[in-house]
């Protein structure tokens, strides 16, 4: 098969005058120009916004032979030529307080080689007033805005407060002139990962409409099931054959990998196309869109916000919550959202209460395994040896040595933890039998500082009590009065009932009896 994946490429036309395979979004596109002016859209990286910035430059620019073929090619008659205005701040580093000002003033540059300049213009955003106001003037037609990852300077400076003050100011006035000089715009897109409302361009721009949960553009990025069905169909059937797998079996894999986003209420499931595209041209099931970015701040924002982590498969979020992230420090899950880690699982209408979970495995697993290292303790120092160590001797039925090996995950608990013990307790039993599950079969329960677990392997049960500031023998006491084993009474499998207790002095496991 000779079929090219545009991995990495977000430019329309290499895509279509190199051969690259292109899902064909253009009637989704031809709805947007034409039904409105002003838009933002927020989706997480590498979900193709990029290539959407680049596909409207594209059409606004009456490029039409890129389009045979398409479904925009039959509904576009006219095909006017804009002027386009297309500024990406993801090709940049913002570190001082000048990266900012060299990009824009780049773009600047650029544009006034093309559409000239005056004295008067001595600011950024004069600049960009008087570059819309001729390049209308001059080409007879209003002007098309693009900007690619809008909030790029603001996401890299969280933790420095005053260059991201400098920036928001900066930006609120280079961004409020597409309200001041609407009269000489045809169409603006915002694209980013998140809403800074700060900034002040949602406020300013009070026409702009965000149509980031909108169900009529829920799959204007990313890929739908019909689209990886239709388009797909040959490259399901050798990915299958590469991997010994039926192409059903091929299906429901790539549906449990990379399938899952909900980007609104009627939105339906969206794959990741990243890891699609890498999955096909490599012919492996891979964790790849989880590779390309390390999600270090996030976690330091749930230890910050001392978020209980047990949280993250059944999340809530009210609907006017999700689009910002202005109070991402005491509550971390709309960045969560935005970022990708979490997706809509449902809607509660009474309340307006979307409930969140992982949207698939690729997630679920690539980001439990980045926590472990986060909130353990590993000896070795290799969370991958820890894993795999304590997997296998929870099916070899070894429980001295998953529970000598479950007490070392607690050792050298940071002393700005003790005030929540309790709660990084639970997180790390969280993280370790989340991982189990992926591996064999687990059910978890807390409540009232205490656990309560049922693993289940080829050939062993185990049913396991944990106490925090009791006994063990309370523990193994509780799993027989309230009869925990019952239901497995019948198995064929060797069953084991463990109680354990955690100490608050020690801040560790003092003490585990087993029962068989």
Known sequence: ??????????????????????????????????????????????????????????????KKELFTGLAIDTLEQEWTEYPVLHLDLNAQKYETPDSLENILNDALNRWEKLYGTAPSETSLS?????????????????????????????????????LQDDFRST???????LKSYDKYIRFALLTGVTKFSKVNVFSDLNNLT???????????????EAELFHDFEEDIRMLGEAN?????????????????????????????????????????????????GTPTF??????????????????????????GIDTMRRDPVPILYQSGYLTVKGYD??????????????????????????????????????????VRDVRQGNIDAFMTRLKSFFADTPYELIRDLELHYQNVMFIVFKLLGFYTQVEYHTANGRIDLVAKTDRYIYVMEFKLEGTA????????????????????????????????????????????
């Open 473 to 516: 023998e309370e523990a193994l006491q509780q799993i027989e009065d309230k009869q925990y084993a019952k239901p497995f009474e019948t198995d064929p499998r060797k069953l084991y009932k463990i109680g354990v207790n955690f100490c608050n002095q020690t801040r560790n496991i003092e003490k585990w009896l087993v029962k068989e």
């Open 349 to 390: 209408d009474e309340f307006q209460v979307y409930y969140l979970g992982f949207p698939n495995k690729e997630v679920e697993e690539s980001f439990t395994k980045f926590l472990l290292p986060c909130y353990a303790n590993l000896d070795s120092g290799n969370p991958a040896f820890e894993l795999t160590s304590f």
């Open 126 to 162: 004069l600049r960009f007033k008087g570059v819309i106001q001729r390049a209308a003037q001059l080409t007879g037609h209003n002007v098309v805005v693009l900007v690619d990852e809008y909030d790029k300077p603001l996401l890299q400076t969280i933790n420095n407060e005053p």
């Open 298 to 323: 996030l976690v330091e924002l749930l230890k910050e916000s001392r978020y209980d982590l047990n949280r993250l498969t059944n999340e809530m979020a009210m609907a006017d919550s999700l689009g």
């Open 171 to 177: 930006l609120k006035a280079f961004y409020g002139v």
């Open 1 to 62: 098969m000779n079929k090219l994946y545009p991995i990495g490429i977000q430019s329309f036309e290499e895509i279509r005058k190199g051969g690259y395979h292109y899902v064909d979004k253009t009637r989704l596109i031809y709805q947007l120009v034409k039904t409105g002016k002003y838009y933002f859209l927020s989706r997480p990286r590498r979900f193709g916004k990029s290539l959407l910035v680049s596909t409207l430059e594209a059409y606004f620019k009456g």
């Open 210 to 224: 965000d149509i980031s949960i909108d169900h009529r553009y829920a799959d204007i990025c990313g890929i739908t």
């Open 244 to 292: 010994q797998l039926t192409p059903e079996e091929t299906r429901n894999k790539l549906k449990d990998w990379y399938d899952g986003y909900h980007f609104g209420i009627e939105c339906p499931d969206m794959y990741n196309p990243f890891s699609l595209l890498n999955t096909f041209a490599r012919m492996r099931f891979g964790n790849y869109w989880f590779d390309t």
